[in-house]
């Protein structure tokens, strides 16, 4: 992966419209950036959802994510990408996840950052766990984001 793909797993929240200009600036030749932004919902299967907390291991995360942003680039003609994915304790409206990728037009951008955030949700090593009103639960992958990775395959 080059010097204009990164990704960053921390505690930290990140500023959308600083890593989007980050990511404006690596080349005159960008014509389009997509993003995805994730947020941390307040219900999950009808139950509410006071907090989220995620784990990970540290280096085997980051590897997996780069992993799949290079993926990214063999399928499609990317001039950056950029991944920051929080860990911790967070609460409902917080942002968790930011997928961004530059490349010269708009199809590949939005193609490429939809596939990034389809394998990170099944591909990635997080672990998820929420504290409901009636205690805490390990949090997997769901079929529909099964599903939604599965389409990517040729």
Same mark, same amino acid.
């Given at each position: 992966m080059s010097a204009n793909f990164s990704v960053s797993v921390q505690q930290q929240d990140f500023d959308v419209s600083a890593e989007l200009a980050l990511l404006r600036q690596q080349s005159h030749e960008v014509g389009a950036i997509a993003n995805f932004v994730g947020v941390v919902r307040d219900i999950n299967d009808d139950q509410k959802v006071a907090t989220l907390e995620l784990e990970h291991y540290p280096g085997m995360t980051e590897k997996s994510i780069s992993d799949i942003m290079a993926q990214a680039t063999e399928r499609w003609q990317l001039l950056g990408g950029?991944? =920051?994915? $929080?860990?911790?304790?967070? *609460? /409902?409206? +917080? !942002? =968790?996840?930011?997928?961004?990728?530059? #490349? !010269? %037009?708009?199809g590949e951008a939005f193609a490429a950052c939809e596939f990034i955030m389809d394998y990170l949700k099944t591909r990635? /090593?997080?672990?998820?766990? &929420?504290?409901? /009103? +009636?205690? &805490? $639960?390990?949090?997997? *992958?769901? +079929? #529909?984001? %099964?599903?939604?990775a599965d389409r990517w395959r040729e």
């Amino acid at each position: 992966m080059s010097a204009n793909f990164s990704v960053s797993v921390q505690q930290q929240d990140f500023d959308v419209s600083a890593e989007l200009a980050l990511l404006r600036q690596q080349s005159h030749e960008v014509g389009a950036i997509a993003n995805f932004v994730g947020v941390v919902r307040d219900i999950n299967d009808d139950q509410k959802v006071a907090t989220l907390e995620l784990e990970h291991y540290p280096g085997m995360t980051e590897k997996s994510i780069s992993d799949i942003m290079a993926q990214a680039t063999e399928r499609w003609q990317l001039l950056g990408g950029r991944v =920051i994915h $929080r860990i911790g304790k967070l *609460a /409902p409206g +917080d !942002q =968790i996840v930011l997928v961004a990728v530059s #490349s !010269q %037009h708009r199809g590949e951008a939005f193609a490429a950052c939809e596939f990034i955030m389809d394998y990170l949700k099944t591909r990635a /090593p997080f672990w998820k766990k &929420e504290l409901t /009103p +009636d205690g &805490e $639960r390990w949090v997997d *992958a769901r +079929d #529909s984001d %099964h599903c939604a990775a599965d389409r990517w395959r040729e």
